[in-house]
T-cell receptor, first 115, second 111 residues
Framework: NAGVMQNPRHLVRRRGQEARLRCSPM?????VYWYRQLPEEGLKFMVY????????ESGMPKERFSAEFPKEGPSILRIQQVVRGDSAAYFC?????????????FGPGTRLTVT | GDSVTQMEGPVTLSEEAFLTINCTYTATGYPSLFWYVQYPGEGLQLLLKATKADDKGSNKGFEATYRKETTSFHLEKGSVQVSDSAVYFC??????????FGKGITLSVRP
């Protein structure tokens, strides 16, 4: 069973460009979480999605950031008009269900660098 | 809101030394508690978890006990190895199972 896959692993964008980060959850997992890790900090929750639904986006910046998890295909985190402060590692995690007893399995992350 | 506080790092130990990493939390209700480990350039791996008070999570020689009275979930290992060198994160699962993480602590183990 393949783990959570994220691509690209490294992404370089100039200020003002768009960044698209992809996450393929583990087989059978329909819950996806996105987290951001800024340098020297822990991970911060961004958004929680189930297939075709955004369940909780309380950690998403109000502008430029959006996320989706379509019926078919990977979950996408999209950052429009990137700025230097968006440089970070973005991790997604998937889970087979909701609740503290369900483990979240993390992908290897996408490291975004904005120049 | 929910929060997790970890002791400040980094921590450097000699091989076979005893390890304690402190973690306390603030949350409403009764969250599940986790320790994750991150090796350089990789994602997080679940090390252990506990879902209710007095539960002890254990894995690979690491242990942590869910202490509701002190709102703590300290990580311990009796004898660390060089291969344990990594960043360790304490976390809790709150509403919608979203994880709240501590800042993480870097552990370096010398041969």
């Amino acid at each position: 069973n393949a783990g959570v896959m994220q691509n690209p692993r490294h992404l370089v964008r100039r200020r003002g460009q768009e960044a698209r980060l992809r996450c393929s959850p583990m087989k059978g997992h329909s819950h996806v979480y996105w987290y951001r890790q800024l340098p020297e900090e822990g991970l911060k929750f961004m958004v929680y999605l189930q297939k075709e639904n955004i369940i909780d986006e309380s950690g998403m910046p109000k502008e430029r950031f959006s996320a989706e998890f379509p019926k078919e295909g990977p979950s996408i985190l999209r950052i429009q008009q990137v700025v230097r402060g968006d440089s970070a590692a973005y991790f997604c995690a998937s889970s087979p269900g909701q609740g503290g007893s369900y483990e979240q399995y993390f992908g290897p992350g996408t490291r975004l660098t904005v120049t | 809101g929910d929060s997790v506080t970890q002791m400040e790092g980094p921590v450097t130990l000699s091989e076979e030394a005893f390890l304690t990493i402190n973690c306390t939390y603030t949350a409403t209700g009764y969250p599940s508690l986790f320790w994750y480990v991150q090796y350089p350039g990789e994602g997080l791996q679940l090390l252990l978890k506990a879902t209710k008070a007095d539960d002890k999570g254990s894995n690979k020689g690491f242990e942590a006990t869910y202490r509701k009275e002190t709102t703590s979930f300290h990580l311990e290992k009796g004898s660390v190895q060089v291969s344990d060198s990594a960043v360790y994160f304490c976390a809790l699962a709150g509403a919608n199972s979203k994880l709240t993480f501590g800042k993480g602590i870097t552990l370096s183990v010398r041969p």
